[in-house]
């Protein structure tokens, strides 16, 4: 059983729709990250939250908004997504420092109609 | 750029036998390098990690050999079981404090043959 927790495991939304991709985990973690993975393919990075504030964003579109509330949280606002943001979204924490691994929930699977 | 290189998109091996996955990366400033084993349908699982300082890390079946000359690492399996059938990847960072993401190669599909 993965410990980052993903909320819903599959969403469907049109494109004029608003949804959130909810994240959570309790292993006292400060940094917390979005991952995008399209079929076939590595997963790429999106942001990373370190100490709830925003430090890494990867020219990532403004249809895509995260929050990070508390340190056990992390949301990814979505709002008028396009079809080729069809994917599997991945959440991910760890302490916050680079000698630690990342651990990763088991993601939410998006469909943009 | 690829950043990070998993030339073998699969591999098949016998059951018990050792399962040897490569992966070369190209940036010198990577310094910690990490493996992942991914069932369908769930999220990837850390496996082992190994930090530039060392050349060697074992954990359990699983050993990673790192060649920092080379740019290249390997992940060992002895013996290989039937649970072991996934894709693996390899992932790297950089190192210099805080949290930083992690660039991954496009994996290798690992098939344990009974």
């Known amino acids: 059983d993965t410990e980052v927790t993903q909320t819903p495991k599959h969403l469907v939304m049109g494109m004029t729709n608003k949804k959130s991709l909810k994240c959570e985990q309790h292993m006292g973690h400060r940094a917390m990250y979005w991952y995008k993975q399209k079929a076939k393919k590595p997963p790429e990075l999106m942001f990373v939250y370190s100490y709830e504030k925003l430090s890494i964003n990867e020219s990532v579109p403004s249809r895509f908004s995260p929050e990070c509330p508390n340190s056990s949280l992390l949301n990814l606002h979505l709002h008028a997504l396009q079809p080729e943001d069809s994917a599997l979204y991945l959440c991910?924490?760890?302490?916050?420092?680079?000698?630690?691994?990342?651990?990763f929930g088991d993601g939410t699977r998006l469909s943009i109609l | 750029d690829q950043q990070v290189k998993q030339n073998s998109p699969s591999l098949s091996v016998q059951e018990g036998r050792i399962s040897i996955l490569n992966c070369d990366y190209t940036?010198?400033?990577?310094?910690?390098f990490l493996w992942y084993k991914k069932y369908p349908a769930e999220g990837p699982t850390f496996l082992i990690s190994i930090s530039s300082i060392k050349d060697k890390n074992e954990d359990g079946r699983f050993t990673v050999f790192l060649n920092k000359s080379a740019k290249h690492l390997s992940l060992h399996i002895v013996p290989s079981q039937p649970g072991d059938s996934a894709v693996y990847f390899c992932?790297?960072?950089?190192?210099?404090?805080?949290?930083?993401?992690?660039?991954f190669g496009k994996g290798t599909h690992l098939i344990i043959q009974p």
């Open positions: 991910a924490s760890s302490q916050a420092r680079n000698d630690q691994p990342q651990h």
């Open positions: 940036n010198s400033m990577f310094d910690y």
């Open positions: 992932a790297a960072r950089t190192s210099g404090g805080g949290a930083d993401g992690l660039t």
